[in-house]
């Protein structure tokens, strides 16, 4: 493979160093947790091509191999030790509502209704209770609210 003339003179492991130089810069700035891991699969190659002269598709087959492994190595480890939070429930929107007393926007009746939470109104299943009545959020289920009475809770 021709490199452009721009890159003429630059040893290839060199490319490769600097690919993952880039990756992982690109990581600070979107992250996701996951170029860090092909960053360091094109580091391994840039590494490897500074010993052994490889033809292009020899290259670009380790560095697949390498990023599938660094990738998956990456999540197993992330699985296995999980990042402490301070909120867990950060991203679990539904799930901050539990405890909450909120208002019954639409009666509930034969177990289903809507609730009013905030500025928003939430599907509700629970006891019936009249709309205007005052319920407490037990538990959540996607986009619905399971619900007690604010005297039953």
């Known amino acids: 493979m021709q490199l452009p003339a721009f ?19 690109l990581e600070i700035f ?4 996951f170029l860090v891991w092909i960053a360091a699969a094109a580091a ?3 590494l490897v091509l500074a010993f052994v002269d490889l033809g292009f598709p020899y290259q670009a087959a380790l560095f697949a191999v390498l990023s599938f492994l660094a990738v998956y190595a990456g999540r ?7 990042i402490a939070s301070a909120d ?8 901050r509502l539990i405890g909450r007393t909120v208002t019954v926007e639409t009666a ?8 009013t ?3 928003g109104v939430w599907n509700a299943s629970g006891p019936d209770a009249p709309a205007g009545s005052s319920v407490v959020v037990v538990a959540a289920d996607g986009t619905c609210l399971t ?7």
């Open 108 to 115: 509930i009746e034969n177990g289903k209704g809507r609730v």
């Open 7 to 25: 890159l003429d003179g630059i040893a290839v492991h060199w490319l490769w160093l600097s690919a993952a130089a880039l990756l992982a810069i």
């Open 117 to 119: 939470v905030g500025d």
């Open 76 to 82: 197993i480890w992330y699985a296995r030790n999980p």
């Open 44 to 46: 391994i190659v840039g």
């Open 88 to 95: 867990p429930q950060l991203n679990e929107r539904a799930s």
């Open 30 to 33: 979107l992250p996701g947790i």
């Open 147 to 153: 619900v007690e009475r604010a005297s039953d809770a």
